[in-house]
């Protein structure tokens, strides 16, 4: 498929055939909009996800599935080449770099707004020299010396996670007296370092990482206390998306709900998160989350997300 077609079924062309479509401006940051909670649709280009690895392994299925988000209304496409989740293997540079590049390049040509997904700050200068806007980076408290420099020298938006340790060891820190708490003053810890590299506050974007380090009770405690992260003052971003947590609620006859039964629950979540200000959620189905923000909008008071 062109790098610029539209995905068969989508946009307004309903053609089996791609239809080309001239490049777009490349979108930006600060066009985005302020009113309400935005969605960002999750591209991993990777074969061992935990819901949707080896469905885009290839740049051609990868920019498929990020213009069928773009089209459907995604604000953000973060587009990720290492699997995180817990026990994954990890993944050199240079092939995370060889699977991602030519999908950012895609997007952005068709005009998307691209995030990197990535905790190599060799791979977020990739991508960000490829034209991705935003670095979303879920190494938590040990972020790479060079991924600190990176951000202050670009003046980029920058998503800070919350984790302790990395996709093997995470699951054994999970240890906490007062997760939320805990949490923010983490978060606070690694801040202080963005901050001392000359990283502005306006850049930073906190996630509190479900699902890193956390249990199910630990996961909900803190989508229960989202106002202490908002009080650090910086947009906050809520990636629930089909996390084993919600399998766990969904659990019927002792089994535990699939990956890609857990969009319904991932949208509730998407409609609180909206409804209590949170800036973006990450999420796998685009149009459910879609349209629980806008519920969650007609339902609240109009207010900035945060």
């Known amino acids: 498929m062109d790098s610029l077609a539209a995905a068969p079924g989508t946009g307004p062309a309903t053609s089996p055939l791609p239809i080309l479509r001239k490049p777009r401006p490349a979108a930006r940051f600060e066009d985005l909009p ?52 817990p026990g994954a293997e990890d993944v050199s540079p240079e092939e995370e770099q060889r699977r991602v590049v030519p999908v950012i390049e ?54 800070l996670t919350h984790r302790r340790g990395d996709a093997r060891t995470m699951n054994s820190l999970a240890e906490y007296t007062d997760v939320a708490g805990e949490v923010v003053a983490e978060l606070s810890g690694v801040r202080d370092k963005l901050y001392a590299a000359g990283v502005t ?75 209590r200000g949170a800036w973006a959620v990450r999420v796998h189905d685009v149009g459910p989350s879609l349209d629980a923000v806008k519920v969650a909008g007609r339902m609240s008071p109009p207010r900035a997300a945060v």
């Open 201 to 275: 506050p306006d850049q930073l974007i906190v996630d509190p990482g479900l699902g890193f380090a956390k249990n199910d009770d630990q996961n909900w405690e803190l989508l229960q206390n989202l106002d202490q992260l908002a009080a650090m003052g910086h947009r906050v971003l809520v990636a629930a998306s089909r996390k084993r947590f919600l399998g766990t609620l969904l659990t019927v006859s002792g089994k535990a709900a699939a990956p890609e039964e857990r969009d319904g629950a991932t949208a509730a979540i998407t409609a609180i998160s909206a409804a």
């Open 106 to 159: 895609a997007l952005v040509k068709a005009g998307a707004l691209v995030s990197i997904d990535t905790t190599h700050a060799s791979t977020a200068a990739a991508a960000l020299e490829a034209g991705a806007a935003i670095v979303n980076d879920v190494s938590g408290l040990t972020i790479e010396p060079e991924m600190v420099e990176l951000v202050a020298a670009k003046k980029v938006p920058y998503i």
């Open 34 to 85: 302020m009113d309400r909670t935005l969605v960002m649709g999750i591209l991993n280009v990777t074969p061992d996800s935990f819901s949707d690895g080896g469905k885009h392994a290839t740049a051609d299925t990868a920019i498929a599935a990020g213009l069928r988000m773009f089209y459907a209304g995604a604000d953000i496409i973060d587009v990720g080449g290492e699997s995180t989740r």
